[in-house]
C-alpha cells in the first residue's frame, strides 16, 4: 500500500468511527493504532504510548487550558453573565434590533473572561433568550444571534483553541492573544452590524424598540468586577508581572472572587465549577493523546513532508495555498469540533504553510495563520450540517426549528465570509498590536 492510500485510509477509519457516534478521541486513537501497526508494528506502538501520555500531559503549558476552563465556569456559575447581559441591554436597546445587539455585546465581554465557544453560547442562551421572546424576536433571529454570538468566546482572548495552537506551534500566547484582539472586535462590531441590515430588511423578526432607559450607576458597577478580572488577567501578562498560565491562576481567583462579591455563588456551584472544569478538561486531554498517536501514524507515512514539498513544487501564490488550506477547514468543521481540527490538522499543515514565502518574519506568518485558523473555525461552529453552537443554542431554545436557526445564520455567515477574506488578504489588521508586546 502506497503513502497516501494508507494515509487517505487512516482518514476514512476515522470518519467511520465518527459516523457510527464513537467520542472524537477514540475514534483518533483507534484509526491511529490502525496507521501504526501497520507500518511498524505492536512492539513499537506500545513503546509510544508508553511515553508519549506522561511526555503529552506533564508539559507545563497545558496547564493554562483547565484555568482558563475554571476561570470561565466561576464566570458561569457566578451569575456574572446577567450583569453583562443587562447593561449590553441598556447600552443597544433603544435601537431597532438592539436586544440582539446586546446579546452579541455580552458575549464578546463573556468570552474575554471565559475562553470557550459553545460555553459562552449556551451562557448566554439562557440569560438572553427569555428577553428575546419576551419582547418579540422570532426564534430564527434569537437563535441564530446567541450561536454566532457564541463564537466569539473564542475570536475575543482568551481562547482555549488559541492556546492549544501555540502550544502545537511553539508559539509565544501573549502575542497570539494580542493578535486575536481586533479580529476579535471586527467580528463583534460586524455581526451587530449584520442584525441592524437585517431587522430593516427582513421585517417581523424584531419587534420596534422600546423605550429603554439608559445604563444607570447601579447596572455600570454590576460589570465593574468583570472589567477588573479582564485588567488584571491581561495588564498582568502584557505588563510582564506573569506569564499567560500564570495570568490563568490570577483570572480564575479573581473570577472567584468577582463571583462571591456578586453573591450567587454557593457550595454547590462552587463543586460544579470544579466538576465541569475536570470534564471538560479531561475530554481535551483525551482528543489530545487521539490526535498524538494519529498524528505520528501519518508521520510514519511521511505524508505531510510530501505534501509540503508538492505544494511548495506547485508554484502556487501563498495566498491561494492558504486559501485552499482555509476551505478544507470549512470543510473539515461540518464533521467536527474546533479542538479536534486544530489537534488533527496543524501538524500536517503549519509545516507547510512555514514553508512558503509571504514577505514576513517567520514569527509573523506563524501567527497570523493561527488567527485566520481560529476565524475558519468559528465559522465551521455555524455552518450545516453540524455547527456545533448552532446545535447546542436550538436545543437550549426548545420548539424552534433547527432549519429555521440555519436560515438565521446566513448573514453571520456572510460576515464571517467578508471577514476571512480581509484578514486574509491584510495580514497587518491581525499584527499591528503584535509589534508591541516584548
Known amino acids: 500500500m502506497t503513502p497516501i492510500a494508507l494515509a487517505l485510509l487512516i482518514f476514512a477509519a476515522m470518519l467511520l468511527l465518527m459516523a457510527l457516534r464513537v467520542p472524537i478521541a477514540i475514534a483518533m486513537f483507534a484509526a491511529g493504532v490502525l496507521g501504526y501497526v501497520m507500518q511498524a508494528g505492536w512492539p513499537p506502538l506500545l513503546g509510544f504510548l508508553n511515553t508519549q501520555a506522561f511526555a503529552r500531559f506533564a508539559s507545563y503549558e497545558l496547564s493554562v487550558i483547565p484555568l482558563f476552563i475554571l476561570m470561565g465556569n466561576f464566570a458561569t456559575q457566578g451569575g456574572l453573565s446577567r450583569s453583562l447581559f443587562q447593561f449590553a441591554a441598556g447600552v443597544t436597546g433603544r435601537f431597532k434590533g438592539g436586544l440582539a445587539m446586546a446579546s452579541v455585546l455580552a458575549s464578546a465581554a463573556f468570552g474575554a473572561i471565559c475562553g470557550s465557544s459553545v460555553a459562552t453560547a449556551a451562557t448566554i442562551t439562557q440569560v438572553a433568550l427569555p428577553e428575546l421572546r419576551k419582547q418579540g424576536y422570532s426564534g430564527r433571529l434569537a437563535t441564530a444571534t446567541l450561536a454566532a454570538g457564541g463564537t466569539l468566546g473564542i475570536l475575543i482572548p482568551p481562547s482555549v483553541p488559541l492556546v492549544i495552537y501555540a502550544i502545537l506551534t511553539e508559539q509565544n ?29 427582513v421585517p417581523g423578526h424584531a419587534p420596534e424598540p422600546p423605550q429603554t432607559p439608559r445604563p444607570t450607576l447601579r447596572a455600570l458597577a454590576g460589570i465593574g468586577p468583570i472589567a477588573a478580572v479582564f485588567i488584571v488577567v491581561f495588564g498582568g501578562i502584557y505588563g510582564g508581572l506573569f506569564t499567560p498560565t500564570e495570568g490563568a491562576a490570577v483570572g480564575a481567583a479573581a473570577t472567584f472572587l468577582a463571583a462571591l462579591h456578586k453573591g450567587e455563588m454557593n457550595r454547590a456551584r462552587f463543586q460544579q465549577c470544579f466538576y465541569a472544569t475536570a470534564e471538560s478538561s479531561a475530554m481535551i486531554f483525551l482528543v489530545f493523546l487521539g490526535a498524538d498517536l494519529m498524528n505520528a501514524a501519518l508521520a510514519l507515512t511521511q505524508v505531510p513532508g510530501q505534501l509540503a514539498g508538492v505544494v511548495q513544487g506547485w508554484g502556487l501564490p501563498p495566498l491561494a495555498v492558504v486559501s485552499a488550506v482555509l476551505l478544507f477547514y470549512v470543510v473539515l468543521g461540518s464533521v467536527m469540533d474546533e479542538l479536534s481540527m486544530i489537534l488533527l490538522t496543524i501538524p500536517i499543515f503549519f509545516p507547510m504553510v512555514m514553508g512558503l514565502d509571504f514577505g514576513m518574519p517567520r514569527e509573523s506568518v506563524a501567527i497570523w495563520f493561527g488567527i485566520m485558523v481560529l476565524m475558519t473555525v468559528g465559522f465551521g461552529m455555524l455552518a450545516p450540517p453540524v455547527g456545533l453552537n448552532v446545535c447546542v443554542v436550538n436545543r437550549l431554545a426548545g420548539g424552534v426549528p433547527i432549519a429555521e436557526t440555519y436560515r438565521g445564520v446566513l448573514p453571520f455567515l456572510l460576515w464571517d465570509l467578508l471577514r476571512t477574506l480581509l484578514l486574509l488578504f491584510f495580514p497587518p489588521i491581525s499584527l499591528w498590536l503584535v509589534k508591541y508586546i516584548g
Do not use: C, E, T, W
Open 173 to 201: 500566547i501573549a502575542k497570539l492573544f494580542a493578535a486575536a484582539m481586533v479580529p476579535g472586535l471586527i467580528a463583534m462590531l460586524g455581526y451587530m452590524g449584520a442584525i441592524s441590515v437585517y431587522v430593516r430588511l
